[in-house]
């Protein structure tokens, strides 16, 4: 082994360590109310059992519904959760510990994409290192959801394609190149439906570059488009996000400057000052980075960098800044690379990379002392959930179904069928879609936002259609009456 490798080796390690223990030292116990999480392990818990991927008992009975919680989410995070399950039930600790290794290995795939990029060892460790601290990774290392998931393999198929290209395996070597980076394209998407954005640059990068079409790229596309239409018809179909990307212009430029401060969530820890000065002067070597970037010969990664920003400003249904998460890593990528060749234009001192290190290693030391630690206050953990869940479970026949404001956690927990609500105009009109669909029992969460603005209220005023038979201080469980019923 060289001296080269054996450094990288070392830093890779010390990486592995540092990030490790600071997210085992602050790791939280519970999950919150999202309904993401829910779908992943009812699908991991169908996967575990020998049940079929898409029978999580939660039902789509509205467009809105079918926009904001697809029946089907994406099989690999289901995959890697499957033995967990199958070892430890619905045991959140075990699979945060999956999270985690995958935020963790997500900081090793982006170290190996700025070493390959030409970064000195220190620079790439504390790129990757200030990734997996920031912010916006802290906020989501204790949810069970497939965001580390992604970001290791697009971080993975990132540093392949640019180790491919170095190589000339793209030419020389092109059918086993090109089955490596299509498996871990298919594995991107199947990941997160997100990971289009990894497929459509390989496809304009071979496109702009090239010029022609070679059997590498086609080959790549061949297989994906092979592997995105398996998924389709068997598991995960990820067309149903096309209606969240309406033409809403509005909406874009509202997204823009949304995701533009993105980045200051690497000192978020920080006072509020601090941390806008900081994202400010950090923004200048990073736009210098992807300027010059593209100005010379541009990677998958330039390309990458614009289809993502592409998808997460036209996504027209929300922002949130998991969103443009999978950009973070490249921000301090083109940090350091324009860092660098502004010492060199400019003739500065080494004293600037020093000072640029340590604003970064203060900006984790605030991120890890300015984040949420202990158990999440409110959650499907709670005492009173659970009584509620157990309750369903003992005295609602299986096949009966319950409306509540959380379908898919309630699914996971109670296995019987589940359905969102709308908020109607009037009281027939919810009347009219409880009868279409045949409902059977409402859950209310009393201290829920939601709940209490609207399902409550309804609830009071149309007294003799429901029957309370359960109530605790935090949920009330009624028997529908149906009017159809009692014709």
């Known amino acids: 082994m060289s001296r080269g490798s054996r450094t990288d080796v070392a830093a890779v390690a010390l990486l592995i360590a540092v990030i490790g223990a600071v997210y085992a030292a602050t790791l939280r116990p519970g999950q919150d109310w999202g309904g993401d999480f829910s779908q992943y392990?009812?699908?991991?818990?169908?996967?575990?059992?020998?049940?079929?991927?898409?029978?999580?008992?939660?039902?789509?009975?509205?467009?809105?519904?079918?926009?904001?919680?697809?029946?089907?989410?994406?099989?690999?995070?289901?995959?890697?959760?499957?033995?967990?399950?199958?070892?430890?039930?619905?045991?959140?600790?075990?699979?945060?510990?999956?999270?985690?290794?995958?935020?963790?290995?997500?900081?090793?795939?982006?170290?190996?994409?700025?070493?390959?990029?030409g970064l000195e060892v220190t620079e790439a460790a504390i790129g990757a290192a200030a990734f997996a601290l920031s912010g916006i990774v802290l906020s989501l290392k204790d949810l069970v959801l497939a965001d580390s998931t992604y970001l290791f393999f697009a971080g993975l198929t990132l540093s392949t394609l640019v180790f491919i290209e170095r190589q000339g395996w793209d030419k020389t070597r092109p059918i086993p190149a090109a089955a490596a980076v299509a498996i871990l394209l298919v594995l991107s998407y199947a990941s997160r439906g997100i990971g289009l954005a990894l497929i459509v640059a390989f496809a304009l990068h071979e496109a702009v570059m090239t010029r022609r079409v070679r059997l590498f790229g086609a080959l790549v596309l061949a297989l994906v488009a092979a592997g995105v239409i398996a998924l389709s018809a068997t598991l995960y179909d990820g067309r149903?996000?096309?209606?969240?990307?309406?033409?809403?212009?509005?909406?874009?430029?509202?997204?823009?400057?949304?995701?533009?401060?993105?980045?200051?969530?690497?000192?978020?820890?920080?006072?509020?000052?601090?941390?806008?000065?900081?994202?400010?002067?950090?923004?200048?070597?990073?736009?210098?980075?992807?300027?010059?970037?593209?100005?010379?010969?541009p990677t998958i990664v330039e390309f990458y960098v614009v289809t993502m920003a592409a998808i997460v400003v036209l996504y027209s249904t929300d922002h949130n800044q998991r969103y443009v998460l999978p950009l973070v890593p490249l921000y301090l990528l083109y940090f350091f690379e324009g860092l660098s060749w502004l010492r060199r234009r400019l003739m500065l001192g080494s004293w600037v990379?020093?000072?640029?290190?340590?604003?970064?290693?203060?900006?984790?030391?605030?991120?890890v002392r300015g984040?949420?630690?202990?158990?999440?206050?409110?959650?499907?953990?709670?005492?009173t959930f659970l009584e509620a869940s157990d309750f369903i479970r003992r005295n609602v026949d299986r096949d009966a179904l319950v409306v509540s404001w959380n379908p898919r956690v309630l699914a996971l927990y109670t296995d019987r069928r589940s359905?969102?609500?709308?908020?109607?105009?009037?009281?027939?009109?919810?009347?009219?879609?409880?009868?279409?669909?045949?409902?059977?029992?409402?859950?209310v969460y009393l201290m829920g936002e939601r709940d209490k603005r609207w399902l409550a209220p309804h609830v009071t005023r149309q007294r003799s259609r429901f029957a309370e038979i359960f109530r605790n201080s935090d949920f009330a469980l009624y028997r529908y009456h149906s009017e159809t019923a009692n014709q």
């Open 353 to 367: 990379t020093a000072g640029a290190y340590a604003l970064l290693i203060l900006g984790t030391g605030f991120n």
């Open 240 to 297: 149903v996000y096309r209606t969240q990307f309406a033409v809403m212009p509005s909406v874009y430029l509202e997204n823009a400057l949304f995701y533009l401060g993105s980045p200051a969530s690497l000192w978020s820890g920080s006072p509020a000052a601090l941390r806008r000065f900081l994202f400010v002067l950090s923004s200048v070597p990073a736009v210098v980075g992807w300027a010059r970037a593209v100005a010379c010969r």
């Open 41 to 117: 392990v009812n699908h991991a818990r169908n996967l575990a059992l020998g049940h079929a991927y898409g029978e999580t008992r939660y039902e789509v009975t509205l467009p809105e519904a079918a926009t904001y919680m697809p029946a089907s989410y994406p099989p690999v995070f289901p995959l890697l959760l499957a033995p967990v399950y199958r070892q430890f039930g619905l045991n959140f600790v075990a699979m945060k510990v999956v999270v985690q290794t995958l935020f963790v290995l997500a900081a090793v795939a982006y170290y190996a994409l700025s070493r390959s990029r």
């Open 419 to 443: 359905v969102w609500y709308p908020e109607t105009a009037d009281d027939m009109g919810f009347e009219r879609y409880l009868e279409t669909i045949r409902a059977q029992y409402v859950l």
């Open 371 to 383: 984040m949420e630690k202990g158990p999440y206050r409110q959650g499907v953990e709670q005492p």
